[in-house]
């Protein structure tokens, strides 16, 4: 099988990754609604934005499987059984937060689209389960703990950006948040436990400075992979950027329209200044 990630290590200390924005859909998903429907799951064009990422020293990592195959931003017991044909063999979740989202058919695999239409008119095995994790999650998830530690094992410090985009407007079944209107960016660290507080508020004073409406923690904290691979005591830092799909595509057709390039300007600004940003010297 080809690779279903796309993996550029670094030498600086930032590392970006793009779990959402996958376009190639595997033969095997075998989707009873249509495409264009399950299209709008993607985090379209995010790799595009970030496209600079490699030149500048950063490692870059991408999913390019779709999101809606397999979501690397989940944990690995976010299993929604009841889409399944046999048992699951494996530990599933318990805790109450991760598992309204796996109810809500956003589990590891999803079972509905983020507007509540079934994705499947069919069970799938716990074999097919399995081997997406270990053709999608896995390599996807060895790559940004190998980058993290990379960075930090040559610089001291790590600044990891788990790098997504939102619709203008939060879906039925996307959120806690349905109907919600999304600021431009939106900022997560987890409340401060997976990123230093003076770095995330850096990054949302620089975007504010670009003049972007910005929220922080609010409504996404950030998920898995910021939670994973964040440890701001030992100077690993994970931050989750959304940003706002209007601001660089038409979200009925896909295309990208004429915001793309000065949006991906500023992307480019941000980058270079958390570059010669050590969070051990704020605070
Ligand atoms: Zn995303």
């Not at 600086?12 to 990754?17: A, F």
């Not at 190639?24 to 429907?37: K, Q």
């Not at 079972?111 to 389960?129: F, H, N, P, Q, W």
């Not at 990891?160 to 039925?172: F, G, I, Q, R, W």
Request: net charge negative; proline share 6%.
């Amino acid at each position: 099988m080809t690779s279903l990630i796309r993996y550029v290590p670094g030498s600086g200390p930032l590392v970006l990754d793009s779990p959402h924005s996958g376009v190639n859909y595997p033969e095997d998903f075998r989707p009873a609604c249509d495409l264009a429907i399950l299209r709008r799951a993607e985090d379209t064009h995010v790799e595009k934005l970030y496209d600079f990422a490699p030149a500048l020293g950063c490692a870059w990592i991408e999913a390019l499987f779709p999101r809606s195959y397999l979501d690397a931003n989940r944990g690995l017991h976010e299993v929604d059984t009841g889409l399944l044909s046999d048992p699951w063999p494996d530990p599933i979740e318990e805790d109450a937060v991760r598992l309204a989202k796996v109810r809500l058919g956003k589990g590891l695999v999803w079972r509905c689209t983020d507007d509540g239409l079934d994705i499947y008119d069919r069970k799938l095995s716990s074999a097919e389960v399995r081997a997406r994790i270990e053709n999608c999650w896995e390599p996807y998830h060895a790559a940004v703990a190998a980058a993290v530690e990379a960075a930090h094992a040559a610089h001291g410090y790590s600044i990891h950006l788990n790098c997504h985009s939102m619709p203008s407007v939060a879906a039925s079944h996307a959120t806690e948040f349905p109907g919600l209107a999304h600021p431009d960016f939106v900022v997560g660290d987890r409340d401060g436990t997976t990123a230093s507080t003076a770095l995330s508020q850096r990054i949302c004073a620089i975007l504010r400075g670009m003049g972007y409406d910005v929220a922080y923690n609010h409504p996404y904290k950030g998920v898995e992979l910021v939670r994973r691979y964040g440890d701001p005591q030992r100077h690993r830092h994970s931050i989750q950027v959304e940003l706002n799909r209007k601001l660089y595509m038409d979200e009925e057709t896909l295309q990208p329209h004429a915001g793309l390039a000065a949006l991906r300007a500023n992307l480019h600004a941000l980058v270079q200044e958390l570059r010669a940003t050590d969070p051990r010297t704020l605070d």
